[in-house]
């Protein structure tokens, strides 16, 4: 107990059940946020330990959750993978790309062609837009070849 009859414990717990009220967090999220507000290290790693156990923090779900989101918004492989990684989770690549759907690199292209076709309209006359179209595909975390492609069928129409 704290000095003013407060239990840490409880008000951790409180912080933590907040947070996961609004939206789901991966363990390290939760962690930091635990952290920033006070509490202190350990007992936030065993409030999260026991999270876990009850399964109202799974890292996995929070990953397939985060893919499908990105994957909306435009965001290739690499770009998904730089995310999860900051939030404490690490999949490679080929796990990425089998949980968004995108398993083989045709669909990949065809996605990075959508992108572009809606965002740069002018690519198939304009070598100047091609390379926009290309850098804002890389800058979205598709790969080099992913981008090559789309870019190349587009400017081939």
Known sequence: MRQDGSDP?????????????????SRLELYDYLKN?????????????????????NDERYAELLIRSEVRKGKGAHHIQRKLKAKGISLDLAE???LSGEEDIETEVTRAQEIVERRYSEVAQDVAARRRAYQAL????????????????????
């Open 9 to 25: 414990l409880k008000e951790a717990q409180n912080l933590a059940y907040a947070r996961l009220a609004r939206r789901e967090h």
């Open 37 to 57: 507000k006070g509490v202190e290290s350990s007992l936030a790693r065993s409030l999260l330990d026991g999270f876990v156990e009850k399964g109202w923090i």
């Open 96 to 98: 990425i790309k089998r």
């Open 138 to 157: 890389l800058r979205r975390g598709f790969s080099f070849e992913v981008a090559r492609q789309a870019i190349e069928r587009l400017g081939k129409r």
